[in-house]
């Protein structure tokens, strides 16, 4: 659900209470949780990436490994890898690094790793990617840009900026 905070305040016993203006209507919720002790997280919106736009990333990813006689998912994982913002960086211990690899690549595709040595001993520094299904708006247009780049150099047709402006629902900058 979206919405904003409208308001904070602190009661006599010294909790807070969060008012929040809602889009969509939440009676049901309210009525479902009322009394029960629930989980609450509450971020900055962040517009989700469309379905046009995953649609047509791998239209581009399909042309691309078709031209180079290669494997669709080499074609995907090489693009995650290059783009930025899209990793995370953790220090695990030594023994637990084969779990964490196995687990995070079970989640997808595009859920890769790698690791490095760490400057602390006993730990390895594992580079987690994010699989696409995971990206926002600016994500999947960095993943977009990145393989209309290499579909141009192979030569590939491509939208028009215009085309993928209007797709990508952004304004990029002329």
């Not at 409208?6 to 006599?12: F, V, Y």
């Not at 084969?98 to 580079?127: A, F, H, R």
């Amino acid at each position: 659900m979206t919405g904003h905070i409208r308001d904070l305040t602190r009661t006599m016993t010294g909790q807070y209470v969060i008012s929040l203006q809602v889009d969509g209507d939440p009676r049901e919720l309210c009525e479902k949780l009322k009394d029960a002790q629930i989980d609450i997280e509450i971020k900055k919106h962040r517009q989700k990436r469309s379905l046009d736009a995953n649609a047509y990333a791998w239209v581009l990813i399909g042309k691309i490994a078709e031209e180079m006689h290669v494997d669709r998912a080499e074609v995907y994982r090489e693009a995650i890898r290059a783009i930025g913002g899209t990793n995370t960086i953790v220090c695990v211990p030594d023994k637990a690094v084969e779990t964490l690899l196995d687990g995070w690549k079970s989640k997808g595709m595009g859920w890769q790793t790698e690791t490095m040595p760490s400057k602390i001993k006993g730990c390895t520094n594992v580079v987690l990617y994010y699989g696409s299904s995971t990206y926002d708006t600016r994500q999947m247009s960095l993943l977009i840009d990145h393989l209309v780049q290499d579909a141009k150099a192979l030569g590939i047709e491509t939208m028009t900026p215009q085309e993928l402006e209007a797709m990508l629902g952004q304004h990029h900058a002329a």
